[in-house]
């Protein structure tokens, strides 16, 4: 078996694994089915990257998260390792291909949205794949009492029986006790083997500041602080509000979300990663799979939903292990609100029903038809349609994912996409009895080359009329027609969310919705939100440990950097400061009598207030008294 330092050091570069790394790859490699839990940017991809390459065979990796996935199969190209990936909006003949070529070819890494698991194109082809490691990421995501529960995760059991004597590891950054037990149940480990790095980060302080002015405080923050910061919001609209506010203030700050376009969402990125703008304001949707070592600071201006989700995005400050800011800005009425929010966030049953018809209406599916039919999804245009309120289709859309009925994926980027059917016989003969498009096929296949015929090929039509001196849009015009005419397949570029119906569309009057499981996932998101209030509004202890409590890990170690601690580690100094003031003070009263004023001037202007509090105490306690003089005199000798 090839030697995991060798691999570490031939792939990426490193010397010496990460703590903890080293001995999860080991337990994968003795075959043992092993869950680890390794804070965000703890580099969990190289717990199962290492030991499938040292491994004979292909790696299963199932993520729900698209852009992540994209983003690993590329870091993994750029390593000269094989990697493909299969997810909603990919067509039909493009996913036959990669799962062909994961059957016969020398990929070592398949990637997976979990919906995909129990298609009849992947169930088919696992059956004759070669696959020596199945690697669950985000697999808080299988638990019901996990933040995150996706229904699709529980088919990962079922596989695990078509593939037996095949080791699992189940990745997660956040899961409680409960969720880690639910991990290991769910995916058939024959024993606990859990490996889990302390939650605690000891170069990241964590305060809850309480205001009525969120952005005045911001300010005032990012003013006294350097260093690249990430400011959560909420709301869309919140991202270009607070970004134009931090401009206004000369602070560089670029908006994002999931609703701009790929172009303005990676430029937004693109200059945050680069330095060129300091500050990013996003909604959750930012964050995953940016590996950005040097954040300072993470202030949240609302309530995360959950102490999971704070958790990891808090993170993403400091993972250079310098010291860095995780800040919440808290007003009065935001645990109150987070509630409220929850309950908007669980919409009734009929509510629900009517969006899904409204689904079916709108991309004209027929009962018992759809399955895993992907669509781009506008929730603006939906909404408008129907007369429905955005928010409350989103919340509804959400409950039918926990159900298993759909997947509504953030807009990711895809390239524009060729594939050319036709063999070289038929494509010659049409090219001869079709001239006005013969340069932009010769033109594909001198740029492309021969790799057309046999898979789906990123273009670009900017490039493409470039060379042909032709307008962009008529090269998008007769692409569309060739593929029309099926000489070749033309999958354009998007980057729209994407709706994906992972059951056949059902009558919406009979749908099975589980209503005893909606009321326990709405219990248990009243029961994170209440958990996020307790956390802000307690002033008493730690908030590393409070963290850690929440995850399972008791400590009595303070962490000494959060906004507790330092207040603690203040008072200290102070009753520091004064009892040595106090001892100064009747040394000085000893040598002769002073009027109170006198005292007072024979210490530092700065520490005025507390040499006259400090009279008042030792008077009430008998150790200075008055002489008739109004001279202050000390009444015992012993300090």
């Known amino acids: 078996m090839p030697d995991i330092h060798h691999i570490l050091k031939t792939y990426w570069g490193y010397d010496q694994f990460r703590p903890l790394q080293e001995d ?54 750029k390593r000269g390792i094989a990697a493909v990936a299969v997810y909603s909006g990919m067509h ?103 490996f889990q790095k302390s939650f605690a980060r000891a170069n990241l302080s964590y305060s809850c500041l309480y205001t009525e002015n969120k952005t005045g405080r911001l300010l005032e923050i990012l003013q006294r602080m350097s260093g690249q910061s990430i400011v959560y919001v909420r709301s869309r609209r919140q991202t270009v509000e607070i970004a134009k506010l931090l401009q206004q203030h000369r602070i560089a700050a670029a908006a994002y979300h999931a609703g701009l376009k790929f172009e303005e969402r990676s430029q937004a990125q693109q200059l945050w ?34 102490l ?28 109150a609100a987070l509630l409220q929010k929850v309950a908007e966030a669980h919409p009734p049953v009929e509510f629900i029903r009517r969006v899904y018809q409204c689904l ?38 959400k409950r039918l994912e926990q159900e298993g009925y759909l997947q509504l994926n953030e807009g990711y980027y895809t390239p524009s996409r060729v594939f050319i059917t036709t063999d070289n016989t038929a494509l010659y003969d ?41 307008p962009e849009a008529e ?11 099926q000489v070749l397949m033309y999958e354009p570029q998007h980057d729209a969310p994407q709706l994906v119906f992972t059951a056949p569309r059902q009558d919406s009057g009979t749908l099975n919705l589980d209503i005893k499981r909606l009321k326990t996932l ?65 040394v000085v009263a000893q040598q002769k009598p002073y009027l109170p004023k006198e005292l007072v001037q024979r210490f530092e202007p700065k520490h005025a207030d507390t040499i006259t509090q400090l009279i008042r105490e030792l008077l009430d306690l008998g150790r200075l008294k008055y002489k008739e003089s109004g001279r202050l005199v000390v009444e015992s000798q012993n300090p």
């Open 430 to 470: 049409f090219q001869l009895a079709n001239p006005a498009h013969d340069a932009l096929i010769r033109m594909i296949l001198r740029m492309y080359g021969g790799e057309v015929f046999t898979n789906f090929i990123k273009i670009s039509e900017h490039r493409l009329a470039q060379q042909l001196q032709e």
């Open 360 to 397: 079916a209406n709108y991309y004209q599916l027929a009962v018992g038809s759809g399955l895993m039919s992907s669509f781009d999804f506008d929730l603006a245009a939906f909404s408008k349609t129907y007369k429905l309120q955005a928010l409350e289709v989103h919340h509804a859309i």
């Open 24 to 77: 999860i790859i080991r337990s994968v490699l003795a075959g043992q089915d092993t869950l680890a839990l390794l804070p965000t940017g703890g580099g969990k991809s190289i717990c199962f990257q290492v030991p499938a390459l040292a491994l004979d065979g292909l790696c299963l990796v199932i993520t729900p998260l698209i852009a992540l996935m994209k983003d690993q199969v590329e870091q993994l190209h």
């Open 273 to 306: 990663i680069s330095d060129k703008v300091r500050v990013i304001v996003a909604t959750n949707a930012f964050g995953m799979g940016i590996d950005k070592p040097d954040v300072r600071l993470v202030v949240h201006l609302d309530l995360p939903e959950s």
């Open 522 to 586: 709405r219990e248990q998101a009243q029961h994170q939100a209440k958990e996020m209030g307790r956390y802000v509004a307690t002033t008493d202890r730690c908030r590393t440990q409070l963290l850690l409590a929440y995850f399972g890990e008791i400590s009595d170690t303070r962490c000494r950097i959060c906004d507790y601690c330092l207040a603690e580690r203040k008072k200290e100094r102070e009753t520091e400061q004064q009892e040595k003031l106090r001892k100064e003070l009747l």
């Open 92 to 194: 039909r003949r493009e996913i036959d291909i990669v799962l062909d070529n994961c059957v016969y070819g020398n990929v070592r890494f398949l990637y997976l949205s979990p919906e995909r698991l129990l298609t009849d194109l992947f169930q088919e082809r696992v059956k004759r794949m070669k696959v020596s490691l199945l690697a669950v990421d985000e697999a808080h995501c299988i638990s019901q009492w996990g933040y995150d529960f996706r229904p699709p995760y529980l088919q990962l059991a079922e596989l695990r029986e078509k593939l037996p004597g095949v080791p699992v590891i189940a990745l997660t950054a956040t899961a409680t006790e409960k969720v880690k037990q639910d991990i290991q149940k769910k995916l058939l480990f024959p024993k606990p083997n859990v």
């Open 308 to 335: 999971e989700a704070y958790y990891q995005e808090a993170g993403r400050a400091g993972r250079d292990e310098r010291y860095a800011y995780a800040v919440i800005l808290c007003a009065p009425n935001d645990a």
């Open 475 to 485: 090269v998008r015009q007769k692409l569309a027609y060739l593929h029309k005419l």
